[in-house]
Every structure is written in structure tokens, then in C-alpha cells.
């Protein structure tokens, strides 16, 4: 066998090797109607997120506004209640930037596609959780060295 037939056969089993990783996935490249159904679905969580993030300013302001609470019991409570409010608005507005990122990654056409590997992500896995950044199996990796580094 010469060696342009052993590099192409070499080069024929990493390709199928590709394939049957494709198939195991589920993973292939998603069609016009489903980056519009992701796209309307992102959308659809950003207006939300947004409303909500919007009404809570609003429910702050009125707090402020208050006259301060003759029980100071209350006024902990009330405290700790901004608190957790606050971490909940700092989570969406994580989110919120990440789906922005997410919406323009559907116009620049890399929606779908893991940002370590470039293989197509998992559609389930997308449709789950549409901000998704990695495929599954790097997720996995990432996550098992996080877990040794933590060690
Ligand atoms: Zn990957």
C-alpha cells in the first residue's frame, strides 16, 4: 500500500469518525425555520426579562419612598428581601446579555454551534436551554476539569 492510499484511508476513518459523532449528538446544522422558532422563543424570554426586570425598579423605588418601618424586624426582613431581589436582578441581567448575544449569533449564523469544538450542538440541548455556548461533550469536559481544579 503506498502512502497516499494509508494517508486517505486514515483521512476516510476520521471522516466517518466525524459522522457517527454527528449522528450520536443528534447534531447537525439547524434550518432556516428552526433558527426563527429559536429566534422567536429568545425574543419572547427577553421581552419577559425585561418586563419583569422593569417592574422590580419600579417596586424599589416604592420601597425607597416609604416611610421607614416603626419595626425594625421588619425593616431586616425587608433588607434581605432587597438582597435576594438584587441577586435576582443581577442573574437576569446576565441572562439578558447573554440571550442579546445569543439573538446575534442567529443573524451572524454561528446560533448552534459550540464555541470550543464547532460542532453542531444538540438540538434538544438547544432548545432546553437556547443560550447555550458549548455542546454537551465539552460542557462535560469543561465541567470534570472545574471539578479537578477545585481539588
Ligand atoms: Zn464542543
Known amino acids: 500500500m503506498s502512502i497516499q492510499c494509508a494517508l486517505q484511508g486514515i ?25 426563527e422558532y429559536f429566534r422567536g422563543m429568545l425574543q419572547k424570554q427577553l421581552d419577559d426579562l425585561v ?4 417592574k422590580t425598579v419600579d417596586d424599589m423605588v416604592d420601597a425607597e419612598t416609604k416611610t421607614s418601618f416603626p419595626d425594625p424586624t421588619d425593616r431586616a426582613s ?3 428581601d432587597r438582597n435576594f431581589e438584587l441577586r435576582i ?3 437576569e441581567r446576565k441572562l ?3 440571550i442579546k448575544k445569543t439573538l446575534d449569533k442567529i443573524e451572524d449564523g454561528t446560533f448552534g454551534f459550540c464555541e470550543v469544538c464547532g ?3 444538540d438540538f434538544k440541548r ?5 443560550v447555550t455556548t458549548q455542546c ?3 460542557k462535560t469536559s469543561e465541567e470534570e476539569e472545574e471539578k479537578i481544579r477545585k481539588l
Do not use: H, Q, V
Open 78 to 80: 425587608m433588607e434581605s
Open 51 to 54: 418586563r419583569g426586570a422593569g
Open 96 to 98: 439578558i446579555n447573554k
Open 89 to 91: 436582578r443581577d442573574r
Open 119 to 121: 460542532e453542531p450542538i
Open 136 to 138: 454537551i461533550d465539552c
Open 126 to 130: 438547544l432548545e432546553a436551554r437556547p
Open 11 to 35: 483521512e476516510f476513518s476520521r471522516t466517518k469518525a466525524r459522522e457517527i459523532n454527528y449522528s450520536r449528538r443528534n447534531g447537525m446544522k439547524l434550518k432556516k425555520e428552526d433558527l
